[in-house]
């Protein structure tokens, strides 16, 4: 009798949503000799692929920038249940990274260039004395911050702008148009929240973006300024970059013939 040919399994693309702590990580991207969110999550899928595994991110954040709905994509010829996905990688991962699920995806989604929006949220503890466990995740402005006054400079920024005076000098992106949909400014007791929502972001945005409005928040400049920053295209004008400590990126949208789930509520402490 003749030997029965394996038919060759085809590659499958799935997607996973991602959470990790910034500080314990160099950024997202791969860099020889440092500790990265990729490089760490790419041998942890390996382990449980038994084959080498590179994904696709939604966003490469920071150093220091932490992530609640992060998500990714790879293809593998692996056959793993959802389950075995999910527990392995999160037992091969170092403390400070966790996948929280997985979806096998059609070919034509992409953790980048399928998304349709993006949002952050930035948590400043306002007080007088510096945080403790909560050091290096969340901001700390012992200066009492006005809400309603950063809530006010925050409406000049929402809509289509050129946002080149809040974005990082060395930024590459080929355009500075972005379209922020939402940006609000909250506060809970002691903490003082800046959520913001856009069809995508620039390098250090939403950084600078919360140094103006502290800046306005703590009596230093008038709501106006927001305004007056947004119109120079000058990056050059727009103050202090607010710390990476407090910036979680919460959740990339997609549209709802992937049928992602959606990302857990960030950080629920606050």
Known sequence: MGKTLEVPQPQQRLAFGVEYDGGAFHGWQIQAGVATVQGALERALSAVAAEPVRVVTAGRT?????A???VVHFDTLSRRSDYAWVRGTNTQAPRGLAVNWVRNVSRDFHARFSATGRAYRY????????PTILAGRVTWFYRPLNVEAMQQAADY?????DFSAYRASGCQSHQPVREVRKLGV???????LIDIEADGFLHHMVRNIAGVLCAIGSGEQAPGWAQEVLESCDRRS????ASADGLYLTRVDYPGQFNLPMSPPPCQYW
């Open 68 to 70: 609640t709905g992060q």
């Open 157 to 161: 920024l929402i809509g289509r702008h």
């Open 238 to 241: 727009g103050g202090v970059t």
């Open 123 to 130: 948590i400043i503890l306002n007080r007088a004395v510096r």
């Open 62 to 66: 920071d150093a220091g920038v932490h």
């Open 186 to 192: 909250s506060r809970a007791r002691e903490w003082v």
